[in-house]
């Protein structure tokens, strides 16, 4: 079965309104989550790193007043889209991994689409 | 220079063909490397890891070439649920959570035709 979710998995909203993802790990505890958004036909590019109870770390080019990401325990993560406009309609996927397992071994949502009118 | 870099295709050949990827990274320092599939609007999923002296799992083989930063991965007798984006992936050396960021190739797209 799943081991992290991710909600929802796709959502249309108008320009200027903020949109909430939640990853969810759902049997083990993680303490850091990967953002990642991809645009089609590209890459996932890595937004940011989150770490339960810490600030997050962004990439080079990735606002963090406009990606909000809180980790306040260790089985939630959220990314919050503060007024999406358009350019931001993207499929947007967390990921996590089990502390001491294979660095191969990571666990991805099933991604969020995003469609910003 | 993009650091993991592929062929973006589209691939598309008959059933049963055998279609190769080819992927070049950047940084020396990586550490491991890996071929993922991912379906249209679909989360990537882990094909293989990729070894240096090759490994084969069925009808894929992965293959890697430290001295050129090179990796491969070959389909042989292609299905049609083939079809899919094939992922280039590179772990870097290190520890902490740094040492899990995954960095993706754009991605070869595979259309398997009957």
């Known amino acids: 079965g799943a081991v992290v979710s991710q909600h929802p998995s796709w959502v249309i909203c108008k320009s200027g309104t903020s949109v909430k993802i939640e990853c969810r790990s759902l049997d083990f505890q993680a303490t850091t989550m990967f953002w990642y958004r991809q645009f089609p036909k590209q890459s996932l590019m890595l937004m940011a790193t989150?770490?339960?109870?810490?600030?997050?770390?962004?990439e080079q080019g990735v606002e963090k007043d406009k990606f909000l990401i809180n980790h306040a325990s260790l089985t939630l993560s959220t990314l919050t889209v503060t007024s999406a406009h358009p350019e931001d309609s993207s499929f947007y996927i967390c990921?996590?991994?089990?502390?001491?397992?294979?660095?191969?071994?990571?666990?991805f949502g099933p991604g969020t689409r995003l469609l910003v009118l | 220079r993009k650091e993991v870099e592929q062929d973006p295709g589209p691939f598309n050949v008959p059933e049963g063909a055998t279609v190769a990827f080819n992927c070049t990274y950047s940084n020396s320092a990586s550490q491991s490397f890996f071929w993922y599939r991912q379906d249209c609007r679909k989360e990537p999923k882990l094909l293989m890891s990729?070894?240096?002296s090759g490994n084969e799992d069925g009808r894929f083989t992965a293959q890697l070439n430290r001295a050129s930063q090179y990796i491969s991965l070959l389909i042989r007798d292609s299905k049609l649920s083939d079809s899919a984006t094939y992922l280039c992936v590179v772990l870097p050396k290190g520890a902490g959570a740094g040492s899990y960021q995954l960095t993706f190739g754009k991605g070869t797209k595979l259309s398997v035709i009957p």
């Open positions: 989150s770490n339960e109870g810490s600030k997050a770390t962004y």
């Open positions: 990729v070894y240096s």
């Open positions: 990921s996590t991994y089990r502390q001491g397992a294979p660095r191969e071994t990571q666990y």
